[in-house]
Nanobody, 119 residues
Framework: QVQLVESGGGLVQAGGSLRLSCAAS????????MAWYRQAPGKQRELVAL???????TYADSVKGRFTIVRDNAKNTVYLEINSLKPEDTAVYYC?????????????WGQGTQVTVSS
């Protein structure tokens, strides 16, 4: 079983910055992709950023140039560095980690962290 613990959300003014963290722990042999999603009120959950095991990064068009996803393999942790925040970035942010454990593959979700951007 793999657990993800998120931190770093909060209330910020437009134009501000935040750094979200997501640490994975438990029965992990290897981690493949690590990603951040977000879900705004009344909207579907959407992929924000993804980083592969080889370090390839993919971003949603709406966040390119403002968000940076970083992974620390030694700590089984993925970060989302958010700059130039906009009110439309307000959402609950979830991390997702896929990999291999002793009982097979896994895909785990964090509990979510609220990001609120005031105008």
């Amino acid at each position: 079983q793999v657990q993800l613990v998120e931190s770093g959300g909060g209330l910020v003014q437009a134009g501000g910055s935040l750094r979200l963290s997501c640490a994975a722990s438990g029965s992990i042999i290897s981690i493949y992709g690590m990603a951040w999603y977000r879900q705004a009120p009344g909207k579907q959950r959407e992929l924000v950023a993804l980083i592969s095991s080889g370090g390839t990064r993919t971003y949603a068009d709406s966040v390119k140039g403002r968000f940076t996803i970083v992974r620390d393999n030694a700590k089984n942790t993925v970060y989302l560095e958010i700059n130039s925040l906009k009110p439309e970035d307000t959402a609950v942010y979830y991390c997702n980690v896929g990999g291999q454990g002793p009982r097979g593959g896994f895909s785990s979700w964090g509990q979510g962290t609220q990001v609120t951007v005031s105008s």
